[in-house]
């Protein structure tokens, strides 16, 4: 399986700050590289895919980049709606895998 | 507008079976694969196995001996089974159809917490 790592797992910040959230894959990927939005007891959002697509909705302050194994979400300025869960997934193989997870919380 | 509801007991015995059910409204099961994923209350997500409208189906290796997704298209519906369970399946089960074509996950339903206890 391919392991999916998030860094930081955590991370406080304040509205209008820029956040960047890393997901290293254990093997190259390409761009089969998705990212989620979860707010606590809800389902989680799809915010960008084929690692730097927006999705339809997603406001542009989200942005994602990389190829390979290394992957980062940036949020450009930090809105009181934003905090919240982030999850990566790979979809390059089976099992789809997906990172642990990197807390955003306000400071 | 698309949507997913899951269903089922959210109470299932030691080593008895876990059965759900997802019912999609607002558009049909044909052209896509439909996905079950689990989330631990730990929070981490496990992605199950998926299944399309003609009944192919894919699994995570790690659940392979003890799942089965199934269809029901004149219904609309999409099955999980999970046999033998253990407390170490207690998740909130969500199923979440593939977007475009690259397995990413896009609608999701509410997702429906199933706990293993006797």
């Known amino acids: 399986d391919i392991q999916m790592t998030q860094s930081p797992s955590s991370v406080s910040a304040s509205v209008g700050d820029r956040v960047t959230i890393t997901c290293r894959a254990s093997q190259a990927i390409a761009t089969w590289l998705a990212w989620y939005q979860q707010k606590p007891g809800k389902a989680p959002k799809l915010l960008i895919f084929a690692a730097s697509r927006l999705q339809s909705g997603v406001p542009s302050r989200f942005s994602g980049s990389g190829s390979g194994t290394t992957f980062t979400l940036t949020i450009s300025s930090l809105q009181p709606d934003d905090f919240a869960t982030y999850y990566c997934q790979q979809a390059n193989n089976f099992p789809i895998t997906f990172g642990q997870g990197t807390r955003l919380d306000m400071k | 507008q698309e949507q997913l509801q899951e269903s089922g007991p959210g109470l299932v015995k030691p080593s008895e079976t876990l059965s759900l059910t997802c019912t999609v409204s607002?558009?049909?099961?044909?052209?896509?694969?439909w996905i079950w994923i689990r989330q631990f209350p730990g929070k981490g997500l496990e992605w199950i196995g998926h299944i399309n409208y003609s009944g192919t189906t894919d699994y995570n290796p790690s659940l392979k001996t003890r799942v089965a997704i199934s269809v029901d298209t004149s219904k609309n519906q999409i099955g999980l089974s999970l046999r033998s369970v253990t407390a170490a399946d207690t998740a909130v089960y969500y199923c979440?159809?593939?977007f475009g074509r690259g397995n990413w996950f896009d609608p999701w339903g509410q997702g429906t917490l199933v706990t293993v206890s006797s």
């Open positions: 607002g558009a049909s099961l044909g052209s896509y694969y």
């Open positions: 979440t159809r593939e």
